[in-house]
């Protein structure tokens, strides 16, 4: 390539491009939904924060928060809590989140809780859908004894920060099955899968009176099993079968590989210091070019504004990398010159990559 200096750099960059494009692989399928970071950013909104340079900050437009069924990326939601982490100067936020919001608002799943006829019955459907709301943690609950044990493990490799997704779960589990049936439900015990905080005051007060330990195993809610019988407050049988409806879709949509996140795989697959062409993914899709631009066009997009997406998101997140140069980005993005990168990136965002480099 013109821009590389030289053979040693060449190859450095091959490898670069290989483990970064390896690494945003593991990305393009853990999501969660638009409804989840709306209440989050409600939340932040809530403590004075100007939330609109934080999702510049992390690449998504307000456009995106329209649709409560859209989808972002996780890792997108982990450098958006750092974010909110250096901005309010307060790390505690994650624990306040089921305090600071409405805990039922979280989209259909949180309409298919509030319309079961018990506790238990909520949980269950907690577990069952919860991949609408975030793919990324998966819960389970189990009978032992005279307790009930809700446990939370993590599946996304994108989730850097363990601490603020635990806290922020629990947080709102807990405030969400105090809604759900208008007791102030409290924990027995909690034990988190993290090394204990240097000051846990925050953990004590939001989680009081449950007996707290830290560097366990596995993440877990201990609950008297008395509480699961509970009754949904109003829940009503004939919109428990719609919005139940509803989630199926979304999660039968949602474990189904779209055309263009297909594309935007193939993308990133052959993007290693050249531009993937519309022939060459199509080609990948045993597809002829006009075929995969029909049904791109059904789907109410195009190759060029998949390939702008990708490039887009992907150079946000090379931006955070410091060992990476923006020359080096713009080879891992298949430009042909570092010039047309910058130019594409302003578009995409009004700033240039240095901009927006030293403002992240």
């Not at 993590?154 to 105090?178: F, G, H, Q």
């Not at 000051?199 to 989680?207: G, K, S």
């Not at 090379?318 to 020359?327: D, G, K, V, Y």
Request: charged share 20%.
């Amino acid at each position: 390539m013109a821009f590389i200096r030289n053979e040693t750099r060449h190859r450095q960059s091959l490898i670069i491009a290989d483990e970064r494009i390896s690494c945003y692989m593991t990305t393009t399928n853990d999501t969660l939904s638009v409804a989840s970071i709306n209440l989050i950013l409600f939340a932040v909104r809530q403590q004075g924060v100007d939330t609109e340079p934080l999702i510049q900050t992390i690449g998504i437009t307000p456009e995106q928060l329209r649709d409560p069924d859209g989808r972002v990326f996780i890792w997108q939601i982990q450098t958006l809590w750092q974010e909110i982490v250096r901005v309010t100067g307060d790390p505690s936020i994650p624990l306040k989140l089921g305090e600071l919001v409405n805990p039922v608002a979280v989209g259909v799943l949180a309409y298919v809780m509030m319309h079961s006829p018990t506790l238990v019955r909520a949980l269950e459907q907690l577990y069952h859908y919860q991949d609408i709301a975030c793919e990324g943690v998966a819960t389970t609950g189990q009978l032992t004894g005279n307790q009930y044990i809700l446990s939370l493990r993590i599946t996304s490799t994108d989730i850097r920060y363990p601490d603020y997704t635990y806290n922020s779960e629990l947080s709102v589990y807990l405030a969400a099955m105090r809604a759900l049936t208008g007791i102030t439900i409290t924990a027995k015990e909690i034990q988190f899968a993290y090394p204990r905080p240097i000051d846990i005051r925050e953990h004590e007060r939001v989680f009081a009176p449950a007996k707290l330990s830290f560097d366990a195993p596995e993440t877990v809610m201990i609950l008297d099993a008395s509480l699961l019988d509970l009754p949904i407050l109003n829940a009503s049988p004939t919109l428990s079968a719609l919005f139940e409806k509803h989630a199926k879709d979304l999660l039968d949509k949602l474990k189904t590989p779209t055309i263009s996140s297909r594309v935007k795989t193939e993308i990133v697959t052959i993007m290693k210091g050249e531009e993937p062409t519309l022939a060459t993914v199509a080609d990948r899709l045993a597809m002829g070019i006009r075929t995969l631009q029909l049904r791109l066009k059904e789907a109410g997009t195009s190759y060029q504004q998949l390939l702008d997406e990708t490039r887009k998101e992907l150079a946000v997140r090379h931006l955070r990398e410091p060992n990476l140069s923006t020359t080096d980005i713009a080879y891992l993005l298949g430009f042909a010159e570092p010039s047309v990168f910058f130019r594409s990136f302003k578009k995409w965002t009004g700033q240039t990559p240095g901009a927006f480099r030293m403002a992240s």
